[in-house]
């Protein structure tokens, strides 16, 4: 039956949803302009949170869907560090007061492909510029093959506390074939630098669906990983789209799982974590029983962002560099992609928006909508609807997705409380979507499956 139902519903090409709309339904109408009078709405009694992109790796892995470019100069990512620099000076000078930021990630691409001093002057100048919350969180994306030990004297000086490295697989056959071979010493190593520099909080990121993986080989690197102990792990699923990404084409097609192989690899990954003494937080994050991660997800307060599941509560999030997206209270944001695209729009003066979104009350209420059902496999239509000013059969009524998710069993529903079959709970895309009013976009164009 299972194998049935994802051949049905084809979660493999779906959204993430770590927003909503998503970003096929973001429009050119919304600017520069648009974007800076939010900005200036903005109310400094609520905390915000940084997304900043370094979108520039030293070599490319082949199963990579994010915006990145291979660089071996260090040229390119000094221009475009300046141009960041600026970014920051104009999103602040259209704030008509200072904000408080509460939580920074930076991400990739490599974020720390940059220079270590290079590093501690982008943190002050965000401090500068914006004023960080004493005990912000303060994350960043590694490559533990490229990490040096400045790079992590730089990152403790900075405040880093948490970092997050890719370690996609550690059977030597995969990543032979994905370009990315990294040993389980280079992740040691790492992992140990981190520790001693006192940035404690680590996690891992795993992929299953690759190019001759297994069910067998996805365990063999759980339990090459859990040795190291890390806080957290982040299991998502290879989506192949070499229509967007060409340097997937490298890939033999003939070589990658099917369906019903994907979905054993996910399941394997996820009971082989628990296992291990992970606790499993939402649909693809695993955590230690203590971890702040687990403990939002029982409380029921779990929330999900560009980031995938977190405890970040902040409703504002402005993202910073190429391609970067943000959050604001009226909608959403995205700068131009190409990093000398992006450079030429700031260093005219402008802000770099090429698009976004106005958020609608109806937009509002899907969207809690479908956080919920992501974090917690359920929701309660009448007491969201109630808080958003909605009632429940706006949603239900000729809603022909969700009476098929109900017709196979795969949810119930019990007047406006729909729950998620616990053992189908790795379709839980698939029933987000019938809460999506954009989904024959979203379902296209969507380029970060997993």
């Known amino acids: 039956m299972k194998t049935t139902l994802v051949e049905k519903y084809g979660e493999t090409r779906l959204p993430r949803y770590t927003s909503y709309p998503t970003a096929p ?6 600017g520069a302009g648009t974007h800076g009078g939010w900005l200036a709405e903005l109310d400094s009694c609520d905390p915000v949170s940084l997304y900043l992109h370094i979108p520039f790796c030293r070599s490319m892995c082949w199963y990579c869907g ?3 470019t291979i660089t ?3 040229g390119p990512i000094l221009d475009y560090l300046d141009a960041l620099h600026q970014e920051i000076d104009l999103v602040a ?10 939580n920074v990630h930076f991400g990739g691409g490599t974020p720390t492909i940059m220079r270590p001093d290079e590093f501690v002057d982008l943190m002050k100048h965000l401090r500068n510029a914006f004023g ?9 994306e590694i490559d533990p093959r490229t990490l040096a030990s400045k790079m992590v004297g730089a990152l403790a000086e900075g405040g880093v506390c948490r970092a997050s490295l890719g370690v996609q697989s550690f059977d030597p056959v995969v990543q032979a074939v994905i370009n990315r071979s990294q040993t389980f010493e280079q992740t040691e190593a790492a992992v140990q630098q981190l520790r001693q520099a006192g940035i404690g909080s680590i996690n891992f990121d795993l992929i299953y669906g690759l190019p001759h993986q297994t069910a067998a080989s996805c365990i063999d690197t759980v339990q090459t990983a859990v040795r190291l102990r890390p806080d957290r792990f982040a299991v998502f699923g290879y989506a192949h789209i070499p229509a967007f990404k060409k340097h997937q084409r490298l890939i033999d097609e003939a070589t990658l799982p099917n369906a019903e192989e994907r979905n054993a690899q996910a399941e394997a990954t996820a009971e082989a974590l628990v ?3 992970y606790v499993r937080v939402g649909l693809d994050h695993f955590a230690l029983p203590g971890d702040e991660l687990s403990l939002a997800s029982a409380r029921g307060d779990l929330r999900r962002n560009f980031q995938g599941y977190t405890t970040d509560t902040c409703e504002t999030l402005i993202g910073l560099g190429a391609s970067a997206i943000g959050k604001l209270p009226a909608g959403y944001v995205q700068n131009e992609v190409a990093p000398g695209a992006y450079a030429q729009r700031i260093t005219s003066g402008s802000l770099a928006t090429v698009k976004g979104y106005h958020l609608t009350g109806q937009d509002r209420f899907r969207a809690a909508i479908i956080e919920r059902l992501m974090c917690d496999f359920a929701v309660d239509l009448n007491r969201l609807g109630a808080s958003f000013g909605y009632e429940a059969e ?3 009524n000729g809603n022909d997705r969700l009476r098929a998710l109900e017709s196979d069993g795969v949810v119930t529903i019990r007047g406006g409380l729909i729950t998620v079959r616990k053992d189908l709970r790795f379709m839980i895309r698939a029933v987000a979507t019938a809460f999506d009013a954009y989904i024959g976009a979203s379902a296209r164009t969507h380029s970060k499956a997993a």
């Open 25 to 30: 339904a973001f429009s050119s109408a919304i």
């Open 66 to 68: 994010c915006h990145t």
């Open 72 to 74: 071996k100069q260090d």
């Open 93 to 102: 000078s259209k704030l008509k007061q200072p904000l408080s930021v509460q």
């Open 132 to 140: 960080l919350r004493s005990g912000a969180e303060i994350a960043v």
């Open 275 to 277: 296992e291990a003494g």
């Open 394 to 396: 706006l949603i239900l």
